[in-house]
């Protein structure tokens, strides 16, 4: 479907966002980002394509390459909150717990978040 759809409108960032997360989901990190490198041949400031990136190298543990996409999406679009707990989690797993805090300062509402108690006692707030 997202082949097809790609055939016919090459810059359909969503047919290539949708694309590389079903790669993701059937354990084809590679295949992903190499969609996701296609797309943004096309279209190299997609703030979405760029975060989903992020996602792929920060589920590989990569959390130096993550950071840096991350930082390069929230440089195109600083409101993406998912961008913001994401670098405190690279930072979290990197063992920089201060750099961890400051970005998840600007995460609104933690409550959305699965691990927010992780968040809570790391930077020593109440709820």
Avoid: R
Avoid at 9 to 33: F, G, R, V
Avoid at 61 to 77: P, T, V, W
């Amino acid at each position: 479907y997202f082949d097809q759809e790609l055939s016919y409108n090459p810059t359909n960032s969503n047919a290539y966002l949708y694309k590389a997360i079903a790669c993701e989901k059937n354990h084809n990190n590679e295949l992903a980002l190499t969609v996701i490198e296609q797309a943004l041949q096309w279209i190299p400031n997609n703030a979405l394509l760029i975060l989903e990136k992020g996602h792929i190298y920060f589920n590989q543990n990569k959390f130096k390459e993550a950071i840096d996409l991350y930082l390069k999406a929230l440089s195109i679009n600083s409101k993406l909150e998912i961008a913001y707990y994401k670098l405190g989690f690279c930072e979290y797993h990197l063992h920089h717990k201060a750099n961890a805090c400051n970005y998840w300062k600007n995460i609104q509402d933690i409550d959305d978040f699965e691990n927010y108690e992780t968040i809570l006692k790391t930077c020593n707030l109440t709820h």
